[in-house]
């Protein structure tokens, strides 16, 4: 007997035990859409090693600490210039050499020229005297005397015409070999300068005010002094901070919720759950995988903050961020844990005043840790968790 009225006793008791239970709200709620996103500067500058003749291979030779604020035209990150130092010497000797050749042979060229005009001169002299001779007049001259005053005058007008010739031809020589010699100077003078251009170049500048962010390459490593940089490989950039917008990663299914103008909640990962507030300004036009390992579908969200931080906020701080696709005024909410599913179906327990029983549930949203009934339930309903 005794027996007996144990089990009812605690039958009794158990059934008089209370069960956590919660009231339906009815409330305003945002319903949003879920992604992730990174900081990025809306006016950045990328740095890679820039473009030297005959090279392939960089060699960092001084970099500017990460995070450093820089202005314009500031040094930033240097090269080795050993190899393009090297070969500008051996240009500057082959400069020196076609300079000296250009000297020389315009000395030659007017030496030769003198030494035509004063041949020249001469062979006018005797033209002028074959042609007085030619020109007398005198009978007691035998016919001998004047057919030889008349050859000699001959002679002496071919001569002065190929003494004429002969300087006209080494004066335009003349200029044409100073031309191709100083063409010679002038090719080589353009490869010094190039090569000191080069040299200046391996000294980059920043090309704008802004902070130094340094890339990582495919390892996930970081440039650093002393490492061989390849052609094209970007190794920082320079970023104003106080012009941050975030890009915004959202998955394929929820594509057609999201729309331009659209207010977004950003947090920032590492800044203690502070959320800042933006709309997207600007959509992807393909879709894309979300990366080499993750090959699931996603499409680019732009997203301009309201206000930004520039104390907090870095290139490539990762966030969290909620899109904001509606906002229903009278929403029915209730915690996500007082749903179960049965058999494919959404049921609550709901609690009545004699009896409890179990009640079918539609559901519009799940929002974090709550959901929106459609139908089923009223508002002041009171179910079990």
């Known amino acids: 007997m005794n027996k007996y009225l144990f089990v009812v006793s605690a039958f009794l008791l158990a059934a008089c035990e209370p069960v956590s239970t919660e009231k339906v709200k009815q409330e305003r709620v945002e319903v949003t859409v879920s992604a992730s996103g990174e900081l990025e500067s809306k006016n950045t500058a990328m740095v890679a090693p820039p473009p030297v003749s005959r090279m392939w291979q960089y060699q960092i030779k001084f970099l500017l600490p990460e995070n450093t604020q820089v ?23 082959e400069l020196a050499r076609a300079q000296q050749e250009l000297d020389n042979k315009g000395i030659k060229e007017i030496a030769t020229e ?26 007691s001259r035998s016919d001998n ?26 004066r335009g020589n003349k200029e044409l070999n100073l031309k191709l010699a100083q063409g010679k100077v002038n090719r080589i003078t353009a490869k010094v300068n190039n090569l ?9 500048k920043s090309p704008i ?11 996930g490593e970081k440039p650093a002094v002393g490492e061989n940089i390849r052609f094209g490989q970007s190794i920082l950039e320079v970023a104003v901070i106080e012009q941050m917008q975030l890009t915004a990663q959202v998955a394929e299914p929820d594509s057609g919720k999201v729309e331009i103008g659209q207010k977004v909640n950003v947090t920032l990962d590492g800044t203690q759950e502070q959320v800042y507030s933006g709309k997207i300004v600007s959509l992807g036009r393909v879709f894309r995988e979300k990366s080499h390992q993750d090959k699931r ?20 701080m990762t966030a969290r961020v909620e899109i904001i696709i509606n906002t229903l005024d009278n929403a029915l909410t209730l915690s996500s844990s007082a749903v179960r599913n049965l058999a494919g179906e959404n049921m609550v327990t709901f609690i009545g005043l004699f009896n409890d029983e179990e009640q ?10 709550k959901v929106v009934i459609g139908k089923g339930l009223s508002q002041g309903d009171v179910v079990a968790l």
């Not at 202005?71 to 080795?80: T, Y």
């Not at 002299?125 to 020109?135: G, H, I, S, V």
């Not at 079918?360 to 840790?369: F, P």
């Open 71 to 93: 202005k314009k035209g500031q040094l930033i990150v240097s090269f080795d210039d050993k190899n393009v130092s090297d070969r500008l010497v051996d240009k500057q000797a």
């Open 360 to 369: 079918a549930v539609e559901i519009d949203h799940v929002i974090g840790n």
């Open 297 to 316: 579908r996603i499409f680019d969200a732009i997203i301009a903050f309201d206000e930004t931080d520039p104390s907090v906020m870095r290139p490539g």
């Open 196 to 204: 000191n251009k080069d040299i200046e170049r391996l000294k980059v």
């Open 145 to 170: 005397d004047r057919k030889k005053s008349i050859i000699d005058f001959t002679i002496a007008e071919n001569d002065l015409f190929l003494a004429q010739e002969k300087l006209k031809f080494q």
């Open 114 to 139: 003198q030494e035509l005009v004063l041949k020249l001169a001469e062979k006018q002299m005797e033209f002028d005297k074959a042609q007085r001779k030619a020109e007398i007049i005198d009978n």
């Open 209 to 219: 005010d802004g902070l130094v962010i340094y890339k990582v390459n495919h390892e």
